[in-house]
């Protein structure tokens, strides 16, 4: 790992220790905001709690300083692990080195030690404001991933309402919360976009990074309203990224991209970065990924790219489906990089991370036997290896960083499913089986025919299934 990048995230995990085994700087300095539920949290691996209207009735930051994730960072300033984070002690707990995204998220260029040293130095229900907010305006979405939610996806809700929940034993897609008043649609009063304004003028003056995000940001009238009022009011030291499916029209997308290209040539902003999704290529990934086309998909991120000269980050859920057809997106990206890569520059046009999925059940990796599948990790690691730069000035190939991030997902695949109950893996392959015939019959797909490679295990679900009917 001679890669600077690894030393500065090194360097950071001694950081982070000091301070103790526990300390995260996610929990103070990060924030997701789901307006039209009032839930956040400060990290995808703990689940969203929901923020008590009375706490941003009292003080709009509470959007931010709940009372719940004031207890949580008092645990991390004592020196204990909270249970919320088991992602991170999963990964930090293998044999050898690893480095988790408690580590990797705390090396952001956004987090500075004078930060670390001023929540280390506070008492630990002080309020500080998030450096980055990763803001959800709505679930309007034109794609109905597997692995996502109604709460994210209004496809999601649609289909549960016409179709009704599945039976299976992890509620993902139930949509009960629409009956306890803690859900509003975009043309709703919404007490917490009220308390999002109020907010907004102390927020936007610790705030480096600003995520738009869904649902998909593009179907929602917000994201333009919010790109227009920067453009009115420049942030000239205000990073802007957004989340996308790229999979609205290529007339949106135009539309978006001229906005950027404003931005950005008047120095309204100081930078901007697109994040998109896809797990695999071609038929695996639209099948994965309900309401993909991959051709216009390629189509609106050279779009994109072409107008506004911004990088894009591709946003890889590495889930059960991927695992023996991963290959086809590594050798996707390789193939983007060369084509809007410069050899003249170090600057990466085309990044990629791999998080792997833990919930729902039915899509974690750990439920695929290691003996069956282990072989198409151990195979890709060494092709990322194979491709890896020779120089850090080479951006046409892989990272060590990216080499790293994918081994502890392969190590990870070897080596976690140690710590995942049998009962855990024995109802998510029970849930396999069930959620996958559904969905075909839903969506009017063929799971056999689209992913030939997992017959046998679909076949070992099925007998799983078989046995918990007895």
């Known amino acids: 790992m001679s890669d600077k990048y690894m030393d500065h995230v090194k360097k950071t995990r001694d950081t982070l220790n000091s301070v103790g085994p526990g300390f995260c700087a996610m929990k103070w300095l990060n924030e997701t905001l789901y307006l039209q539920t009032g839930d956040n949290h400060s990290c995808y691996h703990p689940r969203p709690h929901h923020i008590p209207l009375n706490e941003v009735q009292d003080d709009p930051s509470a959007l931010h300083n709940t009372k719940f994730k004031k207890l949580v960072r008092k645990e991390m300033l004592e020196g204990k692990r909270p249970e919320e984070c088991y992602y991170c002690w999963n990964v930090e707990d293998l044999s050898g080195e690893h480095f988790s995204d408690r580590m ?24 500080i404001n998030p450096r980055y907010l990763e803001l959800s305006f709505g679930n309007g979405c034109n794609f109905k991933c597997g692995y996502c939610c109604p709460q994210a996806s209004s496809m999601w809700v649609d289909d549960v309402k016409k179709n009704g929940n599945f039976d299976i034993t992890y509620n993902q897609y139930g949509i009960e919360f629409l009956k306890d008043g803690n ?58 990224n957004m989340n ?28 901007f970065k697109l994040y998109t999704s896809i797990d695999s290529w071609g038929e695996q990934a639209e099948y994965m990924r309900k309401g993909l086309d991959c051709k216009l998909w390629e189509k609106n991120l050279d779009t994109f790219i072409t107008i506004t000269n911004a990088p894009v980050n591709i946003m890889i859920t590495y889930n059960i489906l991927a695992v023996a057809y991963f290959r086809s997106l590594l050798k996707k990206i390789l193939e983007l990089r060369i084509k809007y890569n410069s050899s003249d520059s170090f600057r990466q046009m085309i990044g990629f991370d791999t998080p792997y999925l833990k919930e729902p059940p ?5 439920l695929l036997p ?77 799971f056999e025919k689209t992913f030939p490679l997992y ?12 046995d918990f009917k007895k």
């Open 244 to 271: 996308s499916n790229l999979g609205v029209t290529n007339n949106k997308v135009t539309k978006l991209s001229n906005k950027i290209k404003k931005l950005l040539d008047e120095r309204k902003i100081k930078s």
């Open 370 to 446: 290691i003996n069956d599948f282990g072989h198409y990790l151990d195979d890709d690691l060494e092709f990322i290896k194979n491709n890896l730069r020779e120089t850090n000035d080479n951006t046409f190939k892989f990272s060590n960083h990216e080499y790293e991030k994918f081994k502890r997902v392969r190590n990870y695949f070897h080596q976690g499913s140690e710590k995942i109950t049998k009962d855990l893996i024995e109802r998510g392959r029970r849930d396999f089986y069930v959620f996958f015939n559904e969905y075909d019959k839903r969506n009017n797909l063929n």
């Open 183 to 240: 859900f509003y649609n975009d043309n709703d009063y919404n007490p917490y976009v009220n308390a999002f304004w109020k907010w907004w003028p102390s927020l936007s003056k610790d705030l480096k990074i600003l995520r738009l995000t869904g649902g998909e940001p593009l179907m929602n009238s917000n994201t333009f309203k919010m790109l227009d009022m920067l453009d009115e009011n420049p942030s000239p030291e205000l990073e802007i």
């Open 104 to 127: 990797f998220h705390s090396a952001s260029s956004w987090v500075t030690k004078e930060d670390i040293d001023l929540i280390k130095n506070s008492p630990w229900d002080t309020n």
């Open 362 to 366: 039915h899509w974690m990796i750990n």
């Open 455 to 466: 017959k046998n295990f679909m076949e070992q679900c099925k007998i799983v299934y078989n």
